[in-house]
């Protein structure tokens, strides 16, 4: 996977919203280990707001102004994001810093098999890797 290269795509969601403390260093996380791309940002100090390309048109938006420190779950429990590679972007995340909650693994998902993880971000958001494995995708 390039640099440039997003781990998502392939559909999913448009965009996931959160709202963190330290903007610059979640931007970087996204961008640099996760291959997210800048598309527009705006505003100033808690202002400051920046859309990502995840792959193929989906967004995470992210919001400056945050308070610091772990939040309980509110508008969102985890993002999902598709993955090719769930274990080696699991170790891309570990060597990063990021703390790995649940490590890859094989579910059943109705029918479906899939692969996945979950990681916190750098603000404690819950992120998973998915992947359907076979032919018929999720």
């Known amino acids: 996977m390039g640099s440039n290269e997003a781990i998502g795509g392939g559909g999913g969601f448009h965009h996931v919203a959160i709202r963190v403390f330290d903007f ?3 931007i970087r ?3 640099e280990v996760l291959g997210f791309r800048e598309r527009t940002s705006w505003g100033e100090g808690d202002g400051r707001g920046a859309l ?3 792959g193929d048109g989906n967004y995470l938006e992210v919001f400056a102004g945050g308070r610091e ?3 309980p779950e509110g508008a969102f429990i985890h993002i999902a994001l598709r ?3 769930v274990d080696e972007v699991t170790e891309r ?3 990063a810093g990021r703390e790995v909650t649940v490590e890859p693994k094989t579910a059943q998902m109705g029918d479906y098999s899939i ?3 979950f990681f916190k971000g750098p603000d404690g958001e819950q992120v998973e890797l998915f992947h359907t494995i076979g032919e018929n995708k999720l």
């Open 24 to 26: 610059d260093a979640t």
């Open 29 to 31: 996380f996204y961008t």
């Open 52 to 54: 990502l390309d995840t």
């Open 69 to 71: 420190g772990p939040k």
């Open 83 to 85: 993955c090719d590679n």
């Open 93 to 95: 995340v570990r060597a």
């Open 115 to 117: 692969r996945l993880s």
